[in-house]
């Protein structure tokens, strides 16, 4: 979206002009006024219709508010807790207790950094096998004291280094899978940016899935797909609506339970307002579910995920 180099310049054209206004005693309210008109026009105009490729560019944002943002506004009493018992920590994956309106609760997080070296030890978001068995941990830990557990998920993918593969990346994404699927607690996912394949599904497994309104979920990232398809990377955009991989398609189909407003422009346009959005999305799925008893949130649980997709029952005839 290279307008949206327009409304930067713009909003930092209204900001100076607000520093003179303060500073020098000069009215320029009419003025900062007329501009603040003209920037609610351009971003409508640029946001009103969004393909698909420009939600995943917005998934992608890198002003984007991560993790832990959104751990600091939304929880309080946060503690987190660091390794897997085996091996080491991985700081892709963020985990620990938190306070939740009063309730205690486990959170777990995915991870990404601002600059190239936080990026370098938070491996890009994407977890290895070490943080999946410290979520794994933090999960087994929240059924023993009751606690809810509450993930947010940001991952182009699970870790593909050759590192992961010799620590079984796929058997910790499988074990996680079947524990989440039995867990005696409510479980609540959302999606707050990327949720790349088998790496975001691997702390997605929950009794209710939201999803923020820019935020992407999806098997294979779109660049991927176009390669696998059609031999053609630049192919991305046609590839992003192939996906169905947004939150208004994935409500559409049922996958999801629930759309996150977010700001025009991104949840980087106004943090408070999508954070308080997100406190109010979670805190009434929780509510909910707390009505129901340990039995009765697994055969739910079990029914949600039997009942997953579409299908066609077609007879074959024989030879």
């Known amino acids: 979206m290279s307008d949206e180099r327009t409304l930067d310049l713009l909003e930092a054209k209204i900001e100076e002009l607000r520093h003179l206004d303060a500073a020098d005693g000069i009215d320029l309210s009419k003025e900062i006024e007329k501009l603040e008109t003209k920037l609610e026009e351009l971003r409508v105009e640029l946001y009103a219709n969004l393909t698909d490729w420009e939600r995943v560019k917005l998934a992608r944002h890198p002003k984007r508010p991560y993790a832990l943002d959104y751990i600091g506004a939304v929880f309080t009493d946060f503690y987190e807790l660091h390794g897997d018992r085996i091996d080491s920590d991985d700081r892709s994956l963020v985990a620990g207790l938190a306070r939740l309106d009063g309730r205690s609760v486990v959170v777990l997080g995915q991870q990404k950094g601002r600059s190239t070296e936080e990026n370098k030890e938070r491996f890009f978001g994407m977890t290895r096998p070490q943080g999946y068995r410290k979520a794994l941990r933090a999960m087994r830990m929240a059924e023993r004291f009751g606690f809810p557990v509450i993930t947010l998920i940001d991952t182009p993918g699970a870790y593909p280094g050759l590192e992961s593969e010799e620590s079984n990346i796929g058997g910790a994404i499988a074990e996680n899978l079947s524990a989440m699927s039995g867990l005696g607690v409510p479980i ?60 208004e398609h994935l409500h559409d189909l049922g996958l999801i339970d629930g759309v996150i407003p977010e700001p025009l422009g991104g949840a980087h346009k106004d943090f408070d307002q999508t954070a308080a959005a997100l406190r109010d999305a979670i805190t009434g799925q929780l509510a909910e579910l707390a009505k129901l008893k340990p039995a009765k949130l697994l055969e739910e649980r079990y029914e949600r995920y039997r009942t997953v997709g579409r299908y066609r029952d077609a007879s074959v005839s024989g030879e």
Do not use: H
């Open 188 to 247: 609540v996912a959302v999606v707050i940016g990327e949720g790349g394949s088998g790496g975001a599904l691997a702390i997605g497994l929950a009794d209710r899935v939201l999803m923020l309104e820019n935020a992407v979920y999806t098997v294979i990232s779109p660049e991927s797909a176009a390669v696998i398809l059609w031999k053609d990377k630049e192919r991305m955009k046609e590839a992003a609506e192939a996906l169905n991989l947004t939150a």
